[in-house]
């Protein structure tokens, strides 16, 4: 069973930046997409970014030109970089890899953005 990895939350000013990263605990061959999904106290988990296979993205209508998804294939990892912070921004955040059609989650990572 692949698992997930994940570091770089925190708490952080609004404005500031973080780095997401996670990374997966043995070689994969076949990973059709990685991304980020958050889910702040009392909503729903939503999509912040991903990055399909083809090195196609797509990300969230809120965190667009603020966030960055990106991979590294010899580690089986993949990044957020979350700059210009809100508070709006705060949530739980989790990676997910799609392998064979399946979806493997991180346990979560902590991000809090407030002064």
């Known amino acids: 069973q692949v698992q997930l990895v994940e570091s770089g939350g925190g708490l952080v000013q609004p404005g500031g930046s973080l780095r997401l990263s996670c990374s997966a605990s043995e070689s994969i061959s076949s990973i059709s997409a990685m991304g980020w999904y958050r889910q702040a106290p009392g909503k729903q988990r939503e999509l912040v970014a991903v990055?399909?296979?083809?090195?196609?993205?797509n990300y969230a209508d809120s965190v667009k030109g603020r966030f960055t998804v990106s991979r590294d294939n010899a580690k089986n990892a993949v990044s957020l970089q979350m700059n210009n912070l809100k508070p709006e921004d705060t949530a739980v955040y989790y990676c997910?890899?799609?392998?064979?059609?399946?979806?493997?989650w991180g346990q979560g990572t902590q991000v809090t953005v407030s002064s």
């Open positions: 997910n890899f799609v392998i064979f059609g399946r979806n493997f």
């Open positions: 990055l399909f296979s083809s090195d196609t993205t």
